[in-house]
């Protein structure tokens, strides 16, 4: 096997964890502050491992508390910094994600979901959706992007610090154990030589290379309710102005589907398996994918589903993604039938079996 | 749709069978298929059962995880009883017919990550006895591929299209080297599935083990006449 490099395109074949590691590199990303956790470990040992070569930096801390709070702080020198986490990792972060925010800082964390609650299963889980979607004492100003494939790791995860450092939101690559430990094929590129801009980081508070320089005050600590709800709806105008522009989703075959399936992440996977074996059998299937689960493509489910009868919501959790489809179509008389399966996978035979039985 | 083949592999920790699987799909990478491969994963744990799963395809892949396999090889007694779920009426059923000593460790464990173990080698002789005693004393041990015990019970085998007894563990304990049991299960694959030149597998070795083959040749003959020597075994029963 040649050697893996980011010059011209190359097919490589990995796990999800070394994926990530690569799309860090490709994102420019200078630094990642992390702590270990299974199943996303590999992300900085692959990264520590890519380190030298190409002049990136790694600090391993504490806990989780204090990885999320130092990739703030590099973030606030204009440091394209990320951190990677996992479960209840990923809890302690969303002080962090809070801050985030609340400051409006660019920072990037990587979930490898795995079961829950608490250190329940080092395997696979989709129960961090409505963490890391709405986690915090805030109203969930984030970014999240769900990826089903190794391709989807790697473009998702470039995009998500372009993300960051446009809209300045944190923002998030929701994996899961099976990415981060499977193997498969994808390709990888230098975003730049496929004209793809990298978005340039700045200082946030301060630039310390100017002597001239001009220091902003972030507050994270208010005095009056006014100064907070004026500054939230600020926060908020900005959210929803780039909703519309930043939602992304896959539908297939909606148009004359009576029933739609949802889910998001790995298990689109195996729902479009399941749709692509019914729609041969002549069945009226459709498949849809929200990619962006926060904000969410309410606008993109409401018409794939407009003629359908009824709505197939699968999801290794036990109603995440339901209740943010429910909240997102509320209104609508479709029956919904649910498939949840809380840390567990779910096969396409799975989604096949449940759909024919209907 | 292109056919996806689906090969689920399972045996005691330590048969070798996560190295084998990666080695299948990164030959199936190479040739130019669509592979996928992920290891049934938990908490660190010596001697329980261990499941890679293996999709091979011109096309597209779906889930990294199947329910039935067109391949399923269960290479210990309880990784008979653990797969029967992955058998089907469409598949052939590849499994070990040698009489290894399984190890002591619950399939269902949820124990302790052991950092500060190293783990045993179950093809020494004595498995468990190069290992710091004060700190495994206790502790349930690993299996053994030298020491006998039962087999594979005939009743638990499950309904499936076919069934194929190889004695691997024997052939490489007496013919060639306890640790090229799975080699041995390796050429099996190739010669049952017959979605890859057995070729792409050497390459594939040759890539992973290139360093210990220039190192020591021999390695390499003993490595190639265990492939050789299972994919026989199938082609012979097939």
């Known amino acids: ?358 | 749709m292109s056919k996806v083949i689906k090969i689920a592999l399972a045996g005691e920790g330590g048969q070798g069978v996560q190295s084998i699987a990666e080695i299948l799909a990164e030959a199936a990478n190479e040739e130019g298929k669509n592979a996928l491969y992920i290891p049934n994963f938990g908490v660190e744990q010596r001697g329980g059962v261990s499941i890679a799963y293996v999709q091979i395809s011109d096309g597209p892949i779906g889930a990294p995880k199947f329910i039935k396999a067109d391949i399923l090889i269960p290479l210990s007694p309880r990784a008979v009883k653990r797969t029967t779920d992955h058998a089907g009426p469409d598949t052939v059923y590849i499994y070990d017919n040698s009489l290894i000593q399984e190890g002591e460790v619950n399939d269902n464990i949820v124990g302790m990550q052991y950092f500060d173990v190293t783990p045993p080698c179950p093809t020494a002789d004595h498995p468990n006895q190069d290992l710091p005693q004060d700190l495994i004393a206790g502790e349930p041990k690993t299996c053994s591929f030298t020491t006998e015990g039962k087999g594979v019970d005939p009743a638990d085998i499950p309904e499936v299209k076919r069934v194929i007894a190889i004695p691997a563990n024997d052939i490489a304990k007496n013919e060639l080297h306890p640790r090229v049991f799975n080699v041995i299960i390796l050429g099996a694959i190739i010669a049952a599935t017959k979605v890859l030149p057995l070729d792409s597998i050497k390459n594939a070795l040759e890539v992973k083990l290139g360093e210990k083959f220039t190192a020591n040749p021999k390695l390499r003959d003993m490595n190639f006449k265990a492939l050789e020597r299972g994919y026989e075994l199938i082609m012979g029963a097939m």
């Open chain 1, 1 to 358: 096997m040649a050697e893996v490099s980011l010059k011209g395109e190359q097919r490589v074949f990995m796990t999800g964890n070394e994926v990530i590691a690569w799309a860090a590199v490709a994102a420019k990303a200078e630094i990642m502050y992390g702590y270990p956790i299974t199943p996303q470990n590999e992300i900085m040992h692959y990264w520590t491992r890519l380190a030298p070569k190409y002049g990136k930096k790694f600090l391993q801390t504490e806990d989780e508390i204090s990885a999320g709070f130092t990739t703030l702080g590099g973030v606030f020198t204009g440091t394209k910094a990320f951190t990677a986490t996992s479960g209840p990792g990923n809890v302690l972060m969303q002080e962090s994600a809070g801050m985030a925010e609340m400051m409006r800082l660019p920072v990037v964390y990587i979930i490898q979901q795995r079961g829950g609650p608490s250190t329940a299963t080092v395997i696979y889980g989709q129960q961090e959706t409505t963490l890391t979607c709405f986690g915090g004492n805030g109203e969930g100003y984030r970014i999240v992007y769900s990826p089903a494939t190794h391709q989807d790791l790697f473009d998702y995860t470039i995009k998500a610090f372009n993300m960051a450092w446009t809209y300045r939101f944190p923002t998030f690559v929701l994996g899961d154990g099976y990415q981060a430990k499977m193997r498969e094929p994808l390709t990888i590129y230098d975003p730049e030589e496929k004209g793809i801009k990298l978005v340039k980081p700045e200082p946030i508070v301060a630039d310390l290379g100017q002597p001239q320089r001009k220091t902003k005050h972030l507050r994270n600590c208010l005095n009056t309710e006014d100064e907070l709800y004026e500054i939230l709806k600020g926060h908020q105008a900005d959210y929803d102005a780039l909703s519309s522009k930043i939602v992304e989703w896959d539908a297939q075959d909606c148009e004359d589907a009576d029933l739609v399936i949802v889910s998001h992440g790995v298990v689109s996977r195996a729902a479009l398996g399941a749709y692509k074996k019914l729609r041969a059998e002549g069945k009226k299937i459709g498949y849809f994918r929200p990619i962006t689960v926060r904000p969410f493509p309410q606008e993109q489910l409401k018409q794939a589903t407009k003629g359908a009868k009824r709505l197939f919501v699968a999801e290794s959790a036990y109603g995440q993604l339901l209740k943010i489809v429910q909240n997102n179509l509320y209104g609508s008389t479709l029956e919904i039938v649910p498939m949840l399966r809380p840390g567990v996978g779910i096969t396409s035979e799975e989604i096949y079996d449940e759909i024919s039985k209907l």
